[in-house]
């Protein structure tokens, strides 16, 4: 019997037996990584269980004593990116087997450097074989190749991929294909490339596994090649089960259940932040956001606040010009172009939408209701004679003020 919270990988499945052979290895370097923790694997389709048959079974493994504000157990997509199977299927198959546990659900591996590592391991691997003559990564162009989405997101975050291997690894061209759903197709990506001059291909699938789009990709590439004579192609190997992906596996776990050393618990780095001239989000009008708004506004920070209701300090302010306060609720490109972000409204499904958009686009955000979910803490604060005394704890803000008022007092003697 563990204490450990348990984990469900909700990988996609293959028919191919090398591929499902290369998911179960990945699921042994979970469990290497993540020593204690029970780890189910579950599939969204072609192979078994079902996602939906691994919570279940996960389910017996859930510890007796989980304080009720705490997940009883977390599923993890193995995908690369968001796309259906990310924001449907599974929620979906966790819903059908949780069994009125609580679930704490995680999101895909990209972004994240390493996995952007490996994948270039792959690449740069492909480019200087064993068995053959090396390649020079300036004389070659990429072609690589993303499984293709209905989420724009997922897409564009393909082609921002392509940008940094080529650059990364240094090749002379570098453009973004799709095996399936949405265009360039990798033959019309050959050809791009090929019409930009290129003699040279490396083809790098950015695939997890091998299986049925592995072998398309061989087989696009072969009948293309038989119209393009003179043209060298190289195909890489997919990501593969990889120790550094299981870590960045293992990190997406201990950040759903907040273990100490990954965010929550862990000590904050302290800052004096330079706000004067920027811009700063505040989602919500109410106690908390009017109590911090003016620290910012002293602070020089132009202050955007969005809520339905302002209570009367903020709706003042906002009459006085000193911010501007759109009177709606919040919408993600709210976060667009801002250097902070406060989450202070009075509904934890908007806060967590704030905080969300926040981590994306690697905004520091201070989460007012579930600082865990947070990237910042407000410390008690206050200036005497040029110095500003900042003190911040852990979730016991009390404490903070008073300690805080001590320092004050010491600093007046
Ligand atoms: C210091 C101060 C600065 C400021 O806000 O300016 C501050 N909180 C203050 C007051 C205060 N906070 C709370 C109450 C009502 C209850 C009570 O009285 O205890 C009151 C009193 C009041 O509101 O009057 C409740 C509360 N606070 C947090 C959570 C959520 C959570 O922990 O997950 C909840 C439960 C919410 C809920 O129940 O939903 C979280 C945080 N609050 C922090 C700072 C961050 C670092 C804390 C630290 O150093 O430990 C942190 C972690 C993140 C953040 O929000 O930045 C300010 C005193 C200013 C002053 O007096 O000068
Ligand atoms: N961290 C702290 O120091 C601390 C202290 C007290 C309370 N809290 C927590 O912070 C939350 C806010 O507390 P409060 O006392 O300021 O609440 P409040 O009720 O005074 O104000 C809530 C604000 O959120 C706004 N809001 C509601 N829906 C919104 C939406 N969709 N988009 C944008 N804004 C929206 C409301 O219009 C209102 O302005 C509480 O729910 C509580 O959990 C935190």
Redesign the pocket.
């Known amino acids: 019997m563990t204490d450990l919270v348990p984990l469900v990988i909700a990988a996609h499945g293959t028919r191919d037996a090398q591929g499902l052979a290369q998911t179960r290895a990945f699921a042994d370097e979970v469990r290497a990584a993540l020593p204690g923790v029970h780890v189910e694997l579950g599939f969204v389709e072609l192979a078994e269980p079902d996602v939906a048959g691994a919570v279940h079974n996960a389910l017996a493994h859930i510890p007796d004593a989980v304080p009720s504000d705490e997940p009883e157990l977390v599923v993890l997509p193995l995908m690369l990116n968001t796309g259906g199977h990310v924001n449907s299927d599974i929620p979906e198959f966790i819903e059908a087997g949780r069994d009125g546990h609580r679930v704490s659900y995680g999101g895909p591996l990209l972004p994240d450097p390493r996995v952007r590592q490996v994948l270039e391991e792959r690449i740069n691997a492909a480019l200087a074989p064993a068995d053959g003559p090396a390649w020079r990564a300036d004389d070659t162009s990429l072609v690589l190749v993303g499984r293709g989405a209905l989420t724009t997101r997922a897409n564009a975050e393909h082609y921002r991929l392509t940008r940094y291997v080529g650059e990364e690894v240094g090749f002379a061209g570098a453009f973004p294909s799709f095996i399936q759903v949405v265009r360039p197709s990798v033959p019309e990506a050959l050809t791009m490339a090929v019409d930009a001059g290129a003699t040279q291909l490396l083809v790098g699938p950015n695939f997890l596994f091998r299986g049925r789009l592995r072998t398309w990709l061989s087989e696009q590439v072969d009948a293309w090649l038989e119209t393009h004579p003179g043209i060298e192609v190289r195909i890489s190997d997919v990501l593969g089960p990889s120790p550094l992906i299981a870590e960045v596996f293992a990190d997406r776990y201990r950040e759903q259940v907040g273990e100490p050393g990954n965010g929550d618990g862990a000590p904050v780095y302290l800052s004096g932040v330079r706000l004067a001239g920027r811009r700063v989000l505040v989602?919500?009008?109410?106690?908390?956001?009017e109590r911090r708004i003016p620290r910012l506004l002293e602070a020089g920070a132009r202050v955007h606040v969005?809520?339905?209701?302002?209570?009367i300090r903020v709706a003042r302010l906002a009459e006085q010009g000193r911010v501007d306060w759109q009177q709606r609720?919040?919408t993600e490109s709210d976060v667009d172009e801002v250097w902070f972000v406060l989450a202070?409204?009075?509904?934890?499904e908007?806060n967590a939408r704030v905080s969300a958009e926040a981590e994306r686009q690697r905004v520091f955000c201070v989460r007012?209701?579930k600082?865990s979910d947070g990237t910042a803490y407000?410390p008690a604060t206050e200036e005497a004679g040029g110095i500003t005394v900042a003190v911040v704890g852990h979730r016991n803000?009390r404490r903070s003020v008073r300690v805080r008022d001590e320092l004050l007092k010491a600093l007046q003697v």
């Open positions: 989602v919500g009008a109410g106690h908390v956001a969005v809520a339905p209701n302002a209570g609720g919040f202070a409204s009075n509904d934890p908007v007012s209701d600082s407000t803000p």
